[in-house]
């Protein structure tokens, strides 16, 4: 096990004391880093006590401390997971060769790309989710977002490190303009699309939390594959946190779908709008929006960059070891594809559709968590039911980018669907009622009249708890 050195000004288990020039220049990013921070993080509640988690091990049980913070006293620290022994790349055509410990000369501008992608998306979050603690629904949803919110920012600690490391003056450079882009500022925007989009109520948080974090997950997964080691061991223990960011998501969501069912039933009419609740057909408005979001930060259906990635051993598929062919050289995947004005479906070389892969692995993914919220459905005896949408619907990346498909995956008219699109995606009518909704509540132990309470607090404690101090 990796020493930690906990008492440092920057917290890490990377021997950071012993690489002077290292720690200069990530100490003198830090501060511009808490600039950042208290200036795009959590709007109005810096200067209270949130009971938090703080990451101070790798140690997979007991990594973490939970106790009273405040936000920007947060130990944001370098954390990497402990090396496995004798691993060397497991898949491309280097298979088999030894890992990185160094960055490969001609890999050195495809990795930044990589690592600078993956570390925009973290600062992203935290400035979409700026105002939302001010309508947050409880205590315990309040401490949830800060939760995620301080992990997004060891995210990019994470990530600027790296930069710092291995890349030189223009990793060093790198980091300084992912405290410069702005979440949907059209002139230094995000690099990807779905962080440039509003999260200006809870329901987007919860899924957001569901869906984009999970594509999270999923791109973590890929590049913990990496022959690059240094990134596989930051991305293995980012994993570790990421899990509770799912889990607000998939709960967040169940919450609000069992209280909709609440209030259908006490409804004489069966509308939960009519008692200040959500309406089912809402909630499924905004799946579609997040699930389709997320499918575009997958990229193109057939890529070279993706297979170019895997060739090189940068960027593997999720969990490649439970794949048989690790060279994919010879395969195909089967994938629908435009052909002629219609759709088709056809074998794609496999390297060049690992997009594809991984997005299917995905889509699988959320159906599990669709699926989960259905079940809340049955057991309440209501018929209606979610779905995920064709992955063809509402795409902005790829194959389908822009064109007018159908939730169930035909192709309309342009006509035809401007006509209908607000039955699926949610309009301006839609986003007002929800933002109508969204009062702070912040007496411990209420809830918001829309959402139902979690089955437990956090870590044994009640729902009661006074998880953030006011
Ligand atoms: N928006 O071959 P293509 C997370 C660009 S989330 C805008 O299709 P490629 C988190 C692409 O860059 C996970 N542009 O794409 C979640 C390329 O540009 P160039 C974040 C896009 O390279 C919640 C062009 O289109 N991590 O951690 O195979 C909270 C065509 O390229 C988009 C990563 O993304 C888009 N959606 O794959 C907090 C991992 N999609 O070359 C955090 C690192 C594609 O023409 N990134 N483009 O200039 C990657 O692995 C890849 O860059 C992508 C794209 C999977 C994103």
Not at 154 to 164: E, F, G, K, S
Not at 330 to 342: H, P, V
Not at 352 to 374: H, K, S, T
Request: hydrophobic content about 40%; glycine content about 8%; aromatic content about 10%.
């Amino acid at each position: 096990m990796s020493n930690i050195d906990l008492e440092a000004r920057i917290p890490n288990n990377v021997s950071l004391g012993s690489d002077k020039k290292l720690q200069r220049a990530l100490e003198e990013w830090q501060p511009n880093y808490i600039a950042w921070w208290k200036d795009m993080g959590p709007a109005g509640f810096q200067e209270k006590d949130v009971w938090l988690r703080t990451a101070i091990s790798v140690d997979a049980d007991g990594w973490a401390n939970f106790d009273y913070v405040q936000m920007p006293d947060y130990r944001w620290g370098i954390f990497l997971a402990d090396p496995m022994p004798n691993r060397t790349i497991g898949f491309g055509d280097n298979i088999g060769a030894p890992i990185w410990d160094v960055v490969p000369g001609e890999h050195r501008n495809t990795l930044r790309r990589l690592i600078v992608t993956q570390g925009d998306t973290e600062p992203a979050s935290v400035e979409q989710q700026r105002l939302l603690g001010l309508t947050a629904p409880s205590l315990y949803d309040l401490r949830n977002l800060f939760q995620v919110n301080v992990e997004e920012g060891r995210h990019l600690w994470a990530m600027v490190y790296l930069l710092h490391s291995y890349f030189g003056r223009d990793g060093r450079e790198e980091a300084e303009e992912l405290l410069q882009r702005r979440s949907g500022n059209a002139d230094k925007p995000r690099i990807l699309g779905a962080f440039n989009a509003p999260i200006d109520n809870w329901l987007d948080f919860f899924m957001f939390t569901m869906f984009t974090d999970r594509d999270g997950k999923y791109q973590l997964l890929a590049l913990a594959e990496s022959g690059f080691d240094p990134l596989s061991r930051t991305t293995r223990f980012m994993l570790t946190e990421e899990a509770h960011h799912m889990f607000v998501g998939e709960s967040g969501v169940e919450r609000v779908v069992a209280r909709t069912a609440e209030l259908m039933k006490v409804d004489p009419n069966g509308d939960a709008r009519a008692q200040g609740g959500i309406p089912l057909e809402m909630i499924q408005k905004h799946l579609n929006l997040w699930y389709t979001l997320s499918l575009d930060l997958f990229g193109s259906e057939i890529s070279s960059n993706a297979a170019s990635y895997f060739a090189a051993g940068l960027k593997g598929r999720a969990k490649e070891s439970t794949y048989e062919d690790h060279k994919a050289l010879d395969g195909t995947y089967r994938m629908s594809l435009m052909k002629d004005g219609a759709v088709v479906e056809d074998d794609v070389p496999l390297r060049n559709a690992m997009n594809e892969v991984l997005r299917d692995e995905y889509a699988d993914d959320c159906q599990r968590g669709v699926d989960r919220w259905n079940k809340r459905l049955a057991e309440a005896d209501i018929a209606f039911r979610f779905a995920l949408p064709s992955k063809r619907f509402h795409r902005h990346i790829g194959l389908y980018a822009n064109m007018p498909f159908s939730p169930d995956g035909r192709l309309l008219s342009r006509a035809e669907y401007d006509k209908l699109k607000d039955k699926w995606i949610p309009g301006e009518a839609d986003r007002d009622y929800v933002r109508s909704l969204m009062h702070p509540v912040t007496e411990p132990g209420k809830i918001a009249n829309w959402l139902g309470k979690p089955k437990s607090g956090i870590k044994g404690l009640p729902f009661e708890y006074e998880y953030v101090r006011l």
